[in-house]
């Protein structure tokens, strides 16, 4: 046990609680409100699922919603596949070590700066805005966590069980394919979620690179928010809350143990 | 000691990852710096090069966009770390049963789509939200504070949306911190004060440094929030950036402010990262 | 069956020199021990052998053909991991049946003789756990049944009972020395635990510190006739007296500061030895006999003074002070629960020993 002082620990708790409090309070309201019969501002007047009957029939909804599926799914896999290939040419005997360094930049420099920047190749090589373009952004935000991380993974495996492998009478390929990509499969699955989330939800990329073509379920919301304050909001809102309640449920599952990076 | 796989080496098998990295990162980043000192004419072809584009920014209008940007992302990362800490502690040493629930309380708001959290503090704080109703039941105000399109909520959404960034890696570190060093500490006689400025803080540098830049650099590039939450008050960077860039014939103006702001940011970054050494290096170690 | 010869076998890393230089020929179908001290490149020759490092110089041969240029997968050589290396995501039949799998073996004599080895090694009721489930002792059965089940000619072990406790250790030295009875396979065992390379050698080499192999032969030979005061030392424990060497041809003698002529013994005459010469002379603990009374009929005899006394268990050791300041160790076994004579702190005390007891090692 501790002596940290009965203050010390009795504000640690205090801040956590209230943090706590602050993180759910607006979503519990809205999710709550959701239900609502009246439009806001009236108070609760009866249990209703109107608001929900009208969000599945809107049909720009749906529209952005699968928009943000393909670019998120395309961003996801495409990180996942570039990244798992420079693995097997690391587990070859090629040094990317020095080419690692190339990858950090993703997460470091303001999204801002990133949209910015790849709206000037677009506009530069004449690329239309739209899907493609938003597939192409977000695959770049992918390739950042990918690689870190998965290469970060692999260096940790134990390099016994190639060897055990090879020893046995594999060849150095049927080797990655039977040992270390089973063994990379944890974290390949939590870091494909990260990675889908992160495209999912984005915003700031999405707003300079989507053009006027295609709109992100991010955009969506935003015109909506703009146009006032809707119920419609808050059943959207209830529903992709517990999409995403589902998904940190799978990514826990994975998580050998709990760590910043999976 | 690994295997020495003389095996050729399918090079090409490695290069998508690199390829897309060089073509959709580093070649983007390459044109915006170009272009910030390119003149085009009004069909777009090239007239030469230029400083005026870099110049039009060297005004201090601009320049207190840059600085409130700073300002923001540094009140931000500040505000964060205040909270984060005591949070990570709990979750790190205090709660070890429910460890796993909290932090996945933690993580379910930071997968959700953040917009939807600027809507759900938009329907809380608004004039007959949530808050203003029960405050007026309560009888404490007779009529609604207008938390909106203040600073305050600006502040509120941007710690909301951020903390997490904090909170990971401090946790993060203060996981495999190894606490029998805290015990030897109080010990050997030290304050539980003491303690925490010599032995925790020094030792949780690179967590605490991480969640701060996790937070400070991608914040200075903000402008949804501010503007969604603190009305068309201040100009950001993001702010002016998206109208040059996302407007006719400035792109090249866009990219320059990009590329001024960016420097801005790199300076200060460094400075920061210096500070939080300074601060957190416990004294007899240095000179 | 082919033996396996290591020729001028040189490797360094990062520029320090771990095998300066290796001659060796291990006798095919023998269960062959590598005995040295941590670290000193014991391993590394291992894993050459097995093909996971590339040697800077030299050849590993197989009878006639040289396979030092051959990748892993297509050598006929398999290693036991100290750490096991059973792969966690398989259970355990399918990491004995990884080698069989890849050589496309239909399915059913898959079957069969994966049931066959794992009832051998006593395994049947775990066939479909997975490793992690396991104790120390049935993985490393598992490690052994999936690098057998490769036929190999030669089969590697790296310090493979490093991890367990004494007693299950002592069991699969006996295991292993069945084992490899009955395959016939060449098993080539490295170990710092001189007690596990005595028990299971047919054949044993001590390497030194520097990578350099000091004595080649039986673990009779090699315990026995110890060859230098490094091999003298490392395997069991002896008594090393510095002397000069007289009458070489007729009456071979020690002359040792303090404790006068000491008859000695040397099995082959060599080079080195003129009248004169310094000498070292190793005599082990349990050769020497310890009592209060003197003995008649042996070649050697000293006094000396009782300094410390050590229980055993199985044996005594008596550390006595001989001459000027020389301590010596001695054995004795406990055969009597209660002894005729009993030898306490400060007695005097008679040392004797047979001449042939005490080997010259060579330089």
Known sequence: MVREGKVARAGALLVTAFTYLFLYVPIIVLLVFSFNSERFPSPWTQFSLKWYKELLHSEDLWQSFRNSLVVAGSATLISLVSGICLIFYASQGGRIKRFLGMFYGNLLIPETVLAVSMLTLFATLKIPLGITTLILAHTVLGLGFVIPIVYARYRELDPHLTEASLDLGATPIQSFFKVTLPMLRPTMITTSLLVFIISFDDFILSYFVAGSSAQTLSLYILSMIRSGVSPVVNALSSILLVLSSLLVFIYFSFQTRVRIVP | ?287 | MRDIILKKLKKSINGQAIIPEVNLRIPAGKFFALLGPSGCGKTTLLRLIAGLETADAGQILLGDNDFSKTPIHERPINIVFQNYALFPHLNVFENVAYSLKLKKIPKKIIEQKIFKILEAFHLETHVYKMVSQLSGGQQQRVALARAIMNAPEVLLLDEPLAALDFKLREKMLLELIELQDELKTTFIYVTHDQFEALTVADQMAIMNHNGEIEQIGTPKQIYEFPHSSFVARFVGTTNILNGTLHDLDSDPKIDVPGLGMLKCYFSKKADWMVEGCTAIMSLRPEKIFISKKEAKNFTNQIKGVVHSIVYHGRSTQYNVIVGDNIKLQIFEQNEEHFPQEVIDYDDEVFLYWQRENGVLLEK
């Open chain 2, 1 to 287: 000691m690994r295997a020495s796989l003389k095996s050729e080496k399918p090079f090409a098998i490695g290069l998508p990852a690199l390829v897309w990295q060089a073509l959709f990162f580093y070649l983007p980043l390459a044109l915006v710096f170009v272009s910030s000192f390119i003149r085009l004419s009004n069909e777009g072809k090239f007239q030469g090069f230029t400083l005026s584009h870099i110049a039009t920014f060297l005004n201090l209008i601009y320049f207190k966009v840059i600085g409130a940007s700073l300002l923001l992302a540094l009140s931000n990362a500040l505000l964060c770390f205040l909270v984060a800490f005591p949070l990570a502690y709990f979750l790190a040493f205090i709660a070890k049963g429910a460890r796993n629930i909290l932090l996945f309380l933690l993580i379910v708001p930071f997968w959700t789509n953040f917009l939807l959290h600027v809507y759900a503090w938009f329907y809380v704080l608004e004039r007959h939200g949530i808050v203003n109703t029960l405050l007026q039941k309560i009888g404490l105000i007779e009529t609604p504070i207008h938390f909106l399109n203040s600073t305050f909520a600006t502040m509120i959404m941007m710690v909301y949306y951020y903390l997490p960034f904090m909170v990971l890696p401090i946790f993060s570190a203060l996981e495999s911190f190894n606490f029998s060093l805290i015990e030897a500490s109080l010990d050997l006689g030290a304050s539980w004060n003491s303690t925490f400025r010599r032995i925790l803080l020094p030792l949780t540098r690179k967590g605490i440094i991480a969640g701060f830049f996790l937070v400070f650099i991608p914040s200075f590039g903000e402008f949804a929030i501010p503007e969604l939450m603190g009305g068309e008050r201040h100009a950001f960077v993001g702010t002016v950036v998206s109208q040059y860039i996302l407007g006719e014939g400035t792109g090249s103006l866009g990219s320059a402010f990009t590329l001024l702001s960016a420097l801005c940011l790199i300076a200060a970054a460094m400075l920061l990262y210096r500070l939080i050494n300074f601060l957190l290096i416990p004294r007899m170690r240095r000179g």
